[in-house]
């Protein structure tokens, strides 16, 4: 499929937009500003993932999903181990600090993808099963959102937000 200069242009604005969590979501870093570090790993009555949990589930699937759009020698993680973190709470400061780190770099990669004019957003990744660019975006866009709802949610059922 092509689109016109413009259309492409306006398109790539749109998921850019999309990715950044403009408009109608919260963002990343919003959702996680001033949690105190001692509630990183707790629970909050009657929800059953610790913001550590979210925030390395949101890094994993995020970096999986970027690295299915970009390298041809993608494999996929062993399902749930390698979407989810084995523990409730971040082993260090040091891995919390990591994980949002690596969690900003790879959305910033993926909007570099999106922002690329030669990168066809329509065109068949070539190693997938009919995913496109354009659906792996949208993809990323969704799941954040809706993971970092969840962190607000726990926030919010521990008293932090």
């Known amino acids: 499929m092509s689109l016109e200069a413009g259309q492409d242009r306006a398109l790539r604005d749109h998921l850019l937009e999309l990715l950044s969590s403009r408009s109608a979501h919260l963002d990343f870093d919003k959702a996680i500003g001033g949690l105190p570090a001692g509630l990183r790993g707790r629970k909050a009555p009657g929800l059953p993932h610790t913001v550590w949990q979210l925030v390395e589930h949101l890094r994993l699937a995020q970096v999986d ?38 969690f900003r770099r790879d959305l910033q990669a ?41 962190i607000v949610q726990v926030r919010q059922g521990l008293g932090a937000w």
């Open 65 to 102: 999903i970027l690295d299915f759009s970009r390298d041809p020698a993608y494999r996929e993680p062993k399902f749930p181990d390698g979407y989810w973190p084995a523990t409730a709470a971040p082993p260090t400061d040091d891995a919390w600090t990591a994980s949002v780190e690596a």
């Open 110 to 150: 993926m909007k570099d993808l999106v922002a690329d004019p030669q990168a066809d957003l329509f065109a068949r990744i070539p190693w997938g099963t009919g995913q496109t660019l354009l659906r792996e975006a949208m993809l990323v866009a969704d799941h954040n959102a809706y993971h970092v709802g969840q």
